[in-house]
Every structure is written in structure tokens, then in C-alpha cells.
T-cell receptor, first 113, second 112 residues
Framework: EAAVTQSPRNKVTVTGGNVTLSCRQT?????MYWYRQDTGHGLRLIHY???????QIGDVPDGYKATRTTQEDFFLLLELASPSQTSLYFC????????????FGPGTRLTVL | QQKVQQSPESLTVSEGAMASLNCTFS??????FRWYRQHSAKGLEVLVS????GEKEEGRFTAHLNRANLHVSLHIREPQPSDSAVYLC????????????FGIGTLLSVKP
């Protein structure tokens, strides 16, 4: 089973602050994903990647950048954080393709004051 | 874009009684449907994945898919209090089907 870890687990920042959320997977999956989860919404896809150096735009990308430095590591960057980005963020990885499972990390709770 | 709706929003059942959760979607061309469980804003645990019409069983969890009716359901046999959680329906989309769109979830409470 894929192991997906996220750090930090909790983060508080102020409006305009700079935040980096980290995700690492250790099962050699090609695809990695960043989602946000908010009350009244399902998980929504922010960005995803199918390999080191690759970045694909998801459904709610505004205000977010991402970078995939290695096959294992995928980072989500908020360069000017806003209160609307207060959310629970999940990272996931998969082999890709319709039938591949997505394995999720434990989540990072971000609060922007 | 694919839209996913779940019902009911919340459900309370007694321990041992069958629990049934519903999910409707807008585009029947997807072939990738999954049910996840989430305990108290923690990570997601995949319960059942189903890729064709019919039934798929994984232990106490059974998914039924009917793409013509744009419907997928999850039935939990003999639920326990430890099954109390939010259950999320996810539908694959995109050219490779490797992206998921999620419903808002059903909050299941299992009473002893």
C-alpha cells in the first residue's frame, strides 16, 4: 500500500503570508494530486502532476502554485495567502489511469488569519 | 463537467442494521467510481472501487453501479459504531480517467 505523508499537519499564517505545504510518497507512483476540502464542497482538485517537473492545472487553481521536484515530492505554494484559502488540504498519489487507486495523505489543516 | 451529488446528507442507523448510501452523477460515460470513508477530518480510506455496471463486494461493503440511471450506491452490512464517519463518493473524469470529482459526503452515525 502506498505511503503518503504530509507536512506540516497544522499551519496558521496571516493574510499575505507565504506558505509551502509538502507531500511525499514512497510507492514510486507517477501521479500526485493536491486537493482542498471545505464544508459544503467535496474535495476539489487544485493541481496534479504525472512526473518530476510536470504540472497540470486542476479545477480550483487560482492562488496556488505547485512544484514536483522529484517522483516522491510534490509541494503546494501559497505566495499571498488569503482567508479564503483556509481549508483542509490533502495530497494523493496513484499509478495513473482510470483503474488506479488514489492513496491519500493524512491532510494539512491551514488557517489564514 | 461531471457533477456528483450524495444523499442523504446524514444517516443514523442502529448497530447491525443495513446502511444504504446513494450517489448520482451527471455524465454516464465515466467508468471509474469509488467510495471512500473519512473519520473526523482525517485521511481518506478507499472502501470499494467499481468499474462496470453491477455489484462489487469488499467485505461488509457492497457497491451497486447503474450508469444508465446515473446512480451508484454503497451498502454497509452489519455496521458497527466504528463505521461512524463521512462517506464520500468519487467519480473519475478527464481524458485518462485519472482525476476524481467528489460528492460532499454522507455523515453516517451508527448507534450501539
Amino acid at each position: 500500500e502506498a505511503a503518503v505523508t504530509q507536512s506540516p499537519r497544522n499551519k496558521v499564517t496571516v493574510t499575505g503570508g507565504n506558505v509551502t505545504l509538502s507531500c511525499r510518497q514512497t510507492n514510486s507512483h507517477n501521479y500526485m494530486y493536491w486537493y482542498r476540502q471545505d464544508t459544503g464542497h467535496g474535495l476539489r482538485l487544485i493541481h496534479y502532476s504525472y512526473g518530476a517537473g510536470n504540472l497540470q492545472i486542476g479545477d480550483v487553481p487560482d492562488g496556488y502554485k505547485a512544484t514536483r521536484t522529484t517522483q516522491e515530492d510534490f509541494f503546494l505554494l501559497l505566495e499571498l495567502a488569503s482567508p479564503s484559502q483556509t481549508s483542509l488540504y490533502f495530497c494523493a498519489s496513484s499509478d495513473g489511469g482510470s483503474y488506479a487507486e488514489q492513496f491519500f495523505g493524512p491532510g494539512t489543516r491551514l488557517t489564514v488569519l | 463537467q461531471q457533477k456528483v451529488q450524495q444523499s442523504p446528507e446524514s444517516l443514523t442507523v442502529s448497530e447491525g442494521a443495513m446502511a444504504s448510501l446513494n450517489c448520482t452523477f451527471s455524465d454516464g460515460t465515466s467508468n471509474n467510481f469509488r467510495w471512500y470513508r473519512q473519520h473526523s477530518a482525517k485521511g481518506l480510506e478507499v472502501l470499494v472501487s467499481i468499474f462496470s455496471d453491477g455489484e462489487k463486494e469488499e467485505g461488509r461493503f457492497t457497491a451497486h453501479l447503474n450508469r444508465a440511471n446515473l446512480h451508484v450506491s454503497l451498502h454497509i452490512r452489519e455496521p458497527q459504531p466504528s463505521d461512524s464517519a463521512v462517506y464520500l463518493c468519487a467519480v473519475g473524469y478527464g481524458s485518462s480517467g485519472n482525476k476524481l470529482i467528489f460528492g460532499i459526503g454522507t455523515l453516517l452515525s451508527v448507534k450501539p
